[in-house]
C-alpha cells in the first residue's frame, strides 16, 4: 500500500478458553518468515523443523522454540521492534482487528497484561485485511482461505481444513503441521495485503497506529 511493505502476523492458540496461550506467533515479510513456537516445556528440534519449513517458504525461514507463552511474547516483541520499521513496513493480519472486533491482536494483547511484557507493536500502521478485502467480489466469502481461493488460488502448505485441528496438533506435540499452517496463513495474508496494494484505494485501508497514547 503506497510506499509501506505490508508485514502479515497471525497466531495460533491453545483453544479459547481463559487459560489459552499462544502457540505460535508468525510473522511474514517480503523477504521470508518468522515463526515463533511456544512447546510449553516439550520437546521440539529447531533444526529440523526449519529444515522441513524451508521447503514451503517464500524466501528464508527463522523459526525461534520457546518453552512457554511468556518467552514467545518476549522474543516477539525483540523481533518486532528491530524488524519492523514504521517508514517502510506497516503491520497486517486477517481479522487481526477490526473496529468491532478481531482476534489475534486483542489475545495477544492481554498476554501481554497477564506476563508484564512491553507491547510488541509500537509506532507501526496497521491495516486488517478483512476490512479490504470487502472493495473485490468474492462472491459471499468472507474467511481467510475463502477469500484467498476466490483471489488467488495458489496452492497452499495448510496441512489442515479448520483453525481446531492446529490445537490439537498443539495437545499432540505435531510441531510440524501447527507451524505449517501458520506458516499458510501468513503468507496467504501477504499475498492477499499485495494485491489489495495494486488494486485498492490507499483511503480504503483505514490505516491506524498500534502505538499506546501513553508511549
Not at 150 to 171: K, Y
Amino acid at each position: 500500500m503506497g510506499d509501506l511493505s505490508p508485514i502479515a502476523f497471525d497466531i495460533e492458540t491453545s483453544g479459547l478458553d481463559s487459560d489459552a496461550v499462544v502457540t505460535v506467533a508468525g510473522l511474514a515479510h517480503e523477504l521470508g518468515e518468522v515463526l515463533i513456537l511456544n512447546t510449553e516445556g516439550r520437546t521440539a528440534s529447531q533444526q529440523k523443523l526449519e529444515r522441513v519449513l524451508t521447503e514451503s517458504s517464500g524466501g528464508r525461514i527463522e523459526l525461534t522454540v520457546t518453552d512457554n507463552e511468556e518467552e514467545l511474547l518476549t522474543n516477539l516483541a525483540q523481533i518486532a521492534h528491530s524488524r519492523l520499521d514504521e517508514e517502510n513496513h506497516y503491520l497486517t493480519a486477517y481479522h487481526g482487528e477490526t473496529w468491532n472486533g478481531g482476534f489475534d491482536l486483542p489475545f495477544v494483547r492481554t498476554a501481554c497484561v497477564t506476563h508484564n511484557v512491553d507491547w510488541p507493536f509500537r509506532n507501526i500502521a496497521y491495516a486488517d485485511m478483512l476490512d479490504v478485502v470487502d472493495r473485490f467480489d468474492t462472491d459471499d466469502k468472507n474467511d481467510l482461505v475463502g477469500v484467498y481461493k476466490e483471489l488467488i488460488g495458489n496452492n497452499s502448505c495448510d496441512p489442515f481444513e479448520d483453525s481446531q485441528s492446529a490445537v490439537r496438533a498443539f495437545e499432540q506435540g505435531d510441531w510440524k503441521d501447527l507451524l505449517l499452517h501458520n506458516l499458510a496463513d501468513i503468507q496467504r495474508t501477504r499475498e492477499l495485503a499485495v494485491l489489495a496494494g495494486m488494486y485498492v484505494p490507499q483511503s480504503d485501508f483505514r490505516m491506524k497506529n498500534l502505538d499506546p497514547p501513553g508511549d
